[in-house]
């Protein structure tokens, strides 16, 4: 059984009972938890080992324009989607 055909037959059992569909979005939701619980362990990398250059990597974003922060976090985001369907 696939992986879709499986939440297409949990959606049609759990119809609107709420203790279901509140049990069917934790279990669909389980590889977006674990996306953001990464995203949290990398991200305390960086100020847990070197916070004096952390801070002054923070700093220095404050010289930079909205137009080239927001260019960054377009490229990290495209940069992520190629990886993640690359890797998955």
């Known amino acids: 059984m ?11 059992r759990v119809g609107d009972n709420p203790v279901f ?6 279990i669909c939701m389980q ?4 996306a953001l619980c990464l995203l949290l362990v990398l991200e305390g990398l960086m100020p ?17 324009s909205d137009r080239q922060i927001r260019m960054g976090g377009l490229i990290c985001m495209c940069v ?9």
Do not use: N
């Open 2 to 12: 696939g992986e879709w055909q499986f939440y297409g037959i949990m959606r049609d």
């Open 21 to 26: 569909l509140c049990l069917f979005l934790v």
């Open 31 to 34: 590889e977006l938890l674990v």
């Open 48 to 64: 847990s080992i070197a916070p004096a250059a952390w801070r002054k990597t923070l700093l220095s974003l404050l010289d930079l």
């Open 80 to 88: 992520g989607a190629i990886l993640l369907s690359v890797v998955h």
